[in-house]
C-alpha cells in the first residue's frame, strides 16, 4: 500500500502539484506572525479533519498535531513544518502566481513545506496507511525569531522520553541542516534625564550611551572552535523624540550566535563585560532583558544523526538532481539536538528572498519536494 500511494505521487504528480499550490495560496492568505498563529492553526486543524483526520488538537502553545500509532509508544517519530512568519502583518499579505514563481512573504519559509507535509499526510489517510512506528505530525508555532521555538518546546515537554527522530520540513532541498545554531537574544533599553537640545545641553543623552555600546560590541573578534562560525548582530536600534531633544529613551534588539556551544558561552561572557562597563559609564539606566534563548545540540548520537543525515540527503539529491551538502541553521532541531534527540532539518522546494517581502518559490520544484518528504515519509508507513 506505501508503494501504491508513492506510485500514485509519481504517476499523478501535476494533479498533487496543483492541489498543493491551492493549499499554499490558501495558508498564505491567513497571516500567521509568531505569537499570533491562531487562525492558521484553526485552518490546519479543521482542513486535517475535513481529510478524515481523527484526533487532531490545538495545543497551549498553537501547535497543531495529528498523532498516529502513539498510545503507550516510546520511539515516536516527529515530522514538522512550521506554521508562523517572521512578518509582523495581521491582515492578508498579497500572492501572486504567475506560472512560474509563487509570490508572497512567507510562501517558502515556511508555507510551501507545510503545504507539502499536510498533502501528504491527507493521501495517507485517504490510503489508510498504518504506521509501523508512532508517528506525529505536527504543524508547530513559534520557529522564527521572537517565537523562540516556543512550539517545539511544547512538544518536546508533552512528549517527554518519547520521541527518538525529529525531521523538520524546512528550507530548500540544496542543503540539509544537521548541525545547530545556537542565539541568545536581547532586549537593551537606555533611559536618561534627556532635555532640550539648547537648554539642557549637557545632559545625558540615551542615543549615545545606545551608540557607544554598540560601537563596543562590533569591535572585537569573534571567538572560533575549531570549524565553528560565531556571528552578532544589532537588528533594530530606535530612540529619540525629536531634533532639539535630547534623547531619553533609546532601544536596540542585540543578538550572537554560534554552532558551538563552547563559542557560545564566550559570546556571553564578552557580552555581560560590555553591558558591565557600560554601566560603569553612567551615560545612560540600561535594562537588559532576554527575548531569546536558543541551545545548540548535546549528546547526541553521533551514528544515529549521520545516519539519518545520508539518508535525507540522497533523497534530497535522487529527486532534485542537486548536491545537497549538510550546513548548520538555528531551526525547530535545536531543542531535540539539546535534548540528545538526532534531528535534520530538510528542504523541500527551490525559491529565494526569505524574510523578505519579495520572497518566491519556484513553482517546479513542488513536485520535486512532494517526492523527497513522500519518501521519507512513508518509509515509516
Partial sequence: MTKGLFNFILEHAEDVKQETITLIEELCGIPAPSNHEEKRAEFCKKWLEDCGAEGVVIDSAL???????????????????????????????????????????????????????????????KYGLKPNRGILFVANSGEEGLGNLKGIRQIMKDFDGRISEVYAFDGMYKRLANKCVGSHRYEIIFETEGGHSFNAFGNRNAIYAMSELVHNLYSYEVPVCGDSKTTYNVGIAEGGTSVNTIAQKARILYEYRSDSSECLEKMQKIFENEIAKAKERNDAEITVNTIGVRPCGSGVDSEKLARISEKCIKICEKYSGFECLPDSASTDCNIPMSMGIPAVCVGIFWGSGAHTREEKVEISSIPVGIKIAAELILEYF
Fill in 63 to 125: 501547535n497543531v498535531l495529528y498523532p498516529l500509532g502513539c498510545e503507550d509508544k516510546d520511539d515516536i517519530v516527529l515530522f514538522l513544518a512550521h506554521t508562523d512568519t517572521v512578518f509582523p502583518d495581521l491582515e492578508p499579505m498579497p500572492f501572486k502566481n504567475d506560472g512560474e514563481y509563487l509570490y508572497s512573504p512567507g510562501v517558502g519559509d515556511d508555507t510551501t513545506c507545510l503545504a507539502i507535509m499536510m498533502i501528504i499526510v491527507k493521501y495517507i489517510i
